[in-house]
């Protein structure tokens, strides 16, 4: 009930593409769910999160879809540049951590 | 301001050989965390403070000791360490721990021989 299954493993898109990022959750007692992103080298940083009161939150070309019911959420990337390739990993909080996803390696290509 | 600071940044041990990994945050933050980084498998929480001169047991704790004998400090030990260890780990840092974003370090790169 702990998990937080993400997929898919690996993603490579041209610059321009959507990837999109899922994520699923068991235990309906998570009531916060980040993104982060980490480059090569570096820790991960928060890249955006939402609250289970919203069914979405967008910050810049981020977007975050949220479906309660389903228990599932998702990270959209809007017209992807080369720059945004790294590893985001999704996340749910509980009641004093975080459960991280096993992450997400993106490569957009030129 | 500095951040989340981590000591040292690369390390290679033997087995059976013991090292202590040093986190330092400025950011008066109450709740530290370490993680350990493996391919394939995200994330994992080691051990965590909820403030000082408090421990707690994450998801993987065997073979890891911890101490919070200052606020701003959260010392991750490895008595004897064994090949299965090799990692990256990272600290990290929040205010709170509900809604709050937590801060990383740079990493510790440990490889046991």
């Known amino acids: 009930q702990q998990q937080v299954k993400q997929s898919p493993q690996s993603l490579i898109v041209q610059k321009g593409g959507i990837p999109i990022i899922n994520c699923a959750y068991e235990n309906t007692a998570f009531d916060y769910f980040p993104w982060y992103q980490q480059f090569p080298g570096k820790g991960p940083a928060l890249l955006i999160a939402?609250?289970?009161?919203?069914s979405e939150k967008k910050e810049g070309r981020f977007t975050i879809s949220f479906n309660k019911s389903a228990k599932q959420f998702s990270l959209h990337i809007m017209d992807s540049q080369p720059g945004d390739s790294a590893t985001y990993f999704c996340a749910a909080s509980g009641a004093d951590k975080l459960i991280f996803g096993t992450g997400t390696r993106l490569q957009v290509f030129p | 301001n500095a951040g989340v600071t981590q000591t040292p940044k690369f390390r290679v041990l033997k087995t059976g050989q013991s090292m202590t990994l040093l986190c330092a945050q400025d950011m008066n933050h109450e709740y530290m965390y370490w993680y350990r980084q493996d391919p394939g498998m995200g994330l994992r929480l080691i051990h965590y403070s909820v403030g000082e001169g408090t421990t707690a047991k994450g998801e993987v704790p065997d073979g890891y000791n911890v101490s919070r004998l200052k606020k701003q400090n959260f010392l991750l030990g490895l008595e004897s360490a064994a090949p299965s260890q090799t990692s990256v780990y990272f600290c990290?840092?929040?205010?709170?721990?509900?809604?709050?974003?937590?801060?990383f370090g740079p990493g510790t790169r440990l490889t046991v021989l």
């Open positions: 939402i609250r289970p009161d919203v």
């Open positions: 990290a840092s929040s205010y709170y721990v509900r809604d709050n974003e937590q801060f």
